[in-house]
């Protein structure tokens, strides 16, 4: 079953700009994740953030998490074509690790 | 650098044909993970590992089954193959609870 419903599902920017994706989850969890995955390409893990964390840089990348709302988002400042990919959160719940995964979004940065 | 291989990026099968799909990591994680990605529904957790010989069923195990004789190695098996399991597979290792790494993806074609 789905656990994370990424918002938008596809998003279109010119290079420059910030993309700003959001994720929504049901359950409680113990951590959440950030993917990125290039076309036809397998995933690149970008960021984790734990539950008891509420913001997480790495680089462009700005993850923040609110438990109450049940909801994270990914910010990428002055994105770059590179940065064209689509990109999934995944949510961590046990103690193997399993991940929930959502559906995605996909960004398209146009130079 | 982790690397996670796959044996194949693109296989054709025929109903009915037995396939088998390898993934090798070379970082001694104690986790592996077999998933299908379709559009529209992100990554589904097919079966996962945490020990040699240990499996447990993800979300949608059915049709498939898995081998994990080597830590280092983790198979999915489609006893039989069929039409509906055309899609592409994704191998992912990781230590537990942590994030997870990914190798490059099957596309395979049930015709």
């Known amino acids: 079953s789905q656990q994370g419903e990424e918002d938008p599902q596809a998003l279109s920017i010119q290079e420059g700009e910030n993309a700003t994706m959001n994720c929504s989850y049901k359950t409680s969890i113990n951590n959440l994740q950030w993917y990125r995955q290039n076309s036809g390409r397998g995933l690149v893990h970008l960021i984790l953030i734990r539950s008891n964390e509420r913001e997480k840089h790495s680089g462009r990348l700005r993850v923040t998490l609110d438990t109450s709302k049940k909801s994270s988002s990914l910010l990428i400042t002055a994105s770059r074509a590179a940065d064209t990919a689509s990109y999934f959160c995944?949510?961590?719940?046990?103690?193997?690790?399993?991940?929930?995964f959502g559906a995605g979004t996909q960004v398209v940065v146009t130079p | 650098d982790v690397k996670v291989t796959q044996s194949s990026r693109y296989l054709v099968k025929r109903t009915g044909e037995k396939v088998f799909l390898e993934c090798v990591q070379d970082m001694d994680h104690e986790n592996m993970f077999w998933y299908r990605q379709d559009p529209g529904l992100g990554l589904r957790l097919i079966y996962f590992s945490y020990d040699v010989k240990m499996k447990e069923k993800g979300d949608i195990p059915e049709g498939y089954s898995v081998s994990r004789e080597k830590k280092e190695r983790f198979s999915l098996i489609l006893e039989s193959a069929s039409t509906n399991q055309t899609s592409m597979y994704l191998c992912?290792?990781?230590?537990?609870?942590?994030?997870?790494?990914f190798g490059p993806g099957t596309r395979l074609t049930v015709t």
């Open positions: 995944a949510t961590g719940a046990d103690s193997w690790g399993k991940l929930q």
């Open positions: 992912a290792s990781s230590p537990t609870g942590e994030e997870q790494y």
